[in-house]
Nanobody
Framework: QVQLVESGGGLVQAGGSLRLSCAASGRTFYAMGWFRQAPGKDRDFVAAIGWSDINKNYGDSVKGRFTISRDNAKNTVYLQMNNLKPEDTAVYYC?????????????????WGQGTQVTVSS
C-alpha cells in the first residue's frame, strides 16, 4: 500500500522560511511533486523532481524562492520555501507519479498525501 506523508507546515511571517517533507512508503517513484491549494482556488503546481537531483521543474510563482530536493535512500522529497509571501498560504500536497517524467500536470499524478497547511502572515 502506497502512502505519502507530509510534514513541516505551519505559521510563518512574510519573508520567513519553512521546509516541507514528504515520506513515501510502499514503493519507489521516479518522479514526485508538490502542489498547493488555497481556499476557493484550484490545486496548482509548485515543483517536481525526477530521480536525479538535477531534474527539476518549478511553477512560475515560486521560481527563485522554493527548492525541491530528494533523498532516495530515505524515499523522501523536500520543499525548502524561502522568502515566503502571504499569497503562498495554502494547503500543500505531496504527489507521486508512475511516469518517469517530473511532470507539472496534476492529472499525471497517481498518489497524493493528506496535505499540510502553510500560513504566511503579513
Amino acid at each position: 500500500q502506497v502512502q505519502l506523508v507530509e510534514s513541516g507546515g505551519g505559521l510563518v511571517q512574510a519573508g520567513g522560511s519553512l521546509r516541507l517533507s514528504c515520506a513515501a512508503s510502499g514503493r519507489t517513484f521516479y518522479a514526485m511533486g508538490w502542489f498547493r491549494q488555497a481556499p476557493g482556488k484550484d490545486r496548482d503546481f509548485v515543483a517536481a523532481i525526477g530521480w536525479s537531483d538535477i531534474n527539476k521543474n518549478y511553477g512560475d510563482s515560486v521560481k527563485g524562492r522554493f527548492t525541491i530536493s530528494r533523498d532516495n535512500a530515505k524515499n523522501t522529497v523536500y520543499l525548502q520555501m524561502n522568502n515566503l509571501k502571504p499569497e503562498d498560504t495554502a494547503v500543500y500536497y505531496c504527489a507521486a507519479t508512475s511516469s518517469r517524467y517530473y511532470t507539472s500536470a496534476l492529472r499525471d499524478y497517481d498518489y497524493w498525501g493528506q496535505g499540510t497547511q502553510v500560513t504566511v502572515s503579513s
